[in-house]
Nanobody, 127 residues
Framework: QLQLVESGGGLVQPGGSLRLSCAVS????????IGWFRQAPGKEREGVSC?????????GYADSVTGRFPISRDNAKNTVTLPMNSLKPEDTAVYYC???????????????????WGQGTPVTVSS
């Protein structure tokens, strides 16, 4: 069993930055990928970014965040960080981190590949 705890959400003005963290504890051999997903009010959950914990450390990004949200991981601390830069009002959502399995060593932004989920942290981008 895994536990995931997100932190770092909050209110920020457009163009600003936030840094989300996901701390993973428990049976850490039970996953090899961490993904960040978000869900805005009235919308479906969508993938934001992911990173595998295999040797190649593959990453994946939604087109809407490429170049703005450079995901990284610290295996020693079992933590994945998502810096969010140049934030836009459309980035407003509850952000979730999730742990699951990669596909042939590459992480994918498909929710069904992730069995463990955190409770989410809200991000609001507004002036």
């Amino acid at each position: 069993q895994l536990q995931l705890v997100e932190s770092g959400g909050g209110l920020v003005q457009p163009g600003g930055s936030l840094r989300l963290s996901c701390a993973v504890s428990g049976f850490t051999l039970d996953y090899d990928a961490i993904g960040w997903f978000r869900q805005a009010p009235g919308k479906e959950r969508e993938g934001v970014s992911c990173i595998s914990s295999s040797g190649g450390s593959s990453t994946g990004y939604a087109d809407s965040v490429t170049g703005r949200f450079p995901i990284s991981r610290d295996n020693a601390k079992n933590t994945v960080t998502l810096p969010m830069n140049s934030l836009k009002p459309e980035d407003t959502a509850v952000y979730y981190c999730a742990a699951g399995r990669s596909l042939f060593g590459s992480c994918v932004l498909v929710p069904r590949m992730y069995a463990y989920w955190g409770q989410g942290t809200p991000v609001t981008v507004s002036s």
